[in-house]
Nanobody, 124 residues
Framework: QAQLVESGGGLVQAGGSLRLSCAAS????????MGWFRQDPGKEREFVAG????????YYSDSVKGRFTISRDIFKNTAYLQMNSLRPEDTAVYYC?????????????????WGQGTPVTVSS
């Protein structure tokens, strides 16, 4: 069964940067739309960014637009989230997800596969 594995989370000071990676441990997610979500305890999972298979469509939430960049390498079967100018409010567990839809959806329910999450903590 196809699985996603995130990495790259950690502790960083406000204003710093992190790069998250999402790799397929089994199977391939080529032809899938990939998304990044984040979740704080007690809150709903929030859409952060999404990218279609060949990168033709990319969407960001307003809260990260201009600071985060999503990309993917279809040859490495890996998606990335470059996070710059991090803020304390960006602190959350970050999840990558894969959707069979051909378009980017901001709804978590439309994603079919999920990683286990990687924590990001931004200190002030």
């Amino acid at each position: 069964q196809a699985q996603l594995v995130e990495s790259g989370g950690g502790l960083v000071q406000a204003g710093g940067s992190l790069r998250l990676s999402c790799a397929a441990s089994e199977g391939t997610f080529n032809r899938y739309t990939m998304g990044w979500f984040r979740q704080d305890p007690g809150k709903e999972r929030e859409f952060v960014a999404g990218i279609t298979w060949l990168g033709g469509s990319i969407y960001y939430s307003d809260s990260v637009k201009g600071r985060f960049t999503i990309s993917r390498d279809i040859f490495k079967n890996t998606a990335y989230l470059q996070m710059n100018s991090l803020r304390p409010e960006d602190t959350a567990v970050y999840y990558c997800a894969a959707s069979k839809f051909i378009r980017v959806s901001t709804a978590a329910k439309e994603y079919d596969y999920w990683g286990q999450g990687t924590p990001v903590t931004v200190s002030s």
